[in-house]
């Protein structure tokens, strides 16, 4: 199966690989930067699905793939605080699927940076004192102490899109 990724980002490329192979695919991939159309730091689920719907799209359009497949991921406040989640989004040649991942809630020190309009990325590095974050484990591998990872997240967000893949006789 050849499954087109809507980003660069290391982290994204691997997660969407072991959530196909989870799904019992073989997936040949290729990756491609693509824009979202959203901002660099989505604060809404809204807008982070439309993010990566943008991203699945444009990516499939790149050739004949089987799956075009968008990642992006987003911040929202809630009575609660701020939390983080991801969003995936694929695309094959008749349907689409979305699945969405966990919440991690924030530390209000960095929450408070991204109402102000920073990307949690660079906060991320500055806060840890190392570069790339981001394509590594994540703010969630930070937050967790490596428990689960940014990849992990992603690939779990892939999955639960693959469900009505898996099974469309229940989704029809």
Do not use: C, H
Request: charged fraction near 25%.
């Amino acid at each position: 199966m050849k499954i087109s990724v809507g980003s660069t980002n290391p982290v994204k490329l691997a997660a969407s690989v072991e959530a196909f192979e989870l799904a019992g695919e073989e997936v040949e991939t290729t990756r491609f930067d693509v824009e979202s159309g959203v901002s660099d730091q989505p604060t809404s689920n809204r807008e982070a699905i439309e993010g990566a719907r943008k991203r699945a799209k444009k990516a499939k359009g790149k050739g004949k793939f089987d799956f075009g497949v968008g990642l992006e991921g987003s911040v929202s406040d809630t009575g609660f605080g701020m939390f983080l989640t991801g969003w995936a989004y694929l695309i094959d040649r008749t349907d689409s699927y979305l699945g969405g991942g966990g919440r991690l809630q924030l530390p209000e020190t960095i929450a408070s940076r991204i109402r102000n309009g920073e990307e949690l990325g660079p906060v991320m590095d500055e806060v840890t004192g190392r570069s790339g974050v981001k394509e590594n484990e994540g703010a969630i591998g930070i937050f967790t102490n490596g428990i689960i990872t940014r990849k992990e997240a992603y690939r779990n967000a892939l999955v639960f899109a693959l469900a009505k893949y898996l099974n469309p006789e229940l989704y029809s």
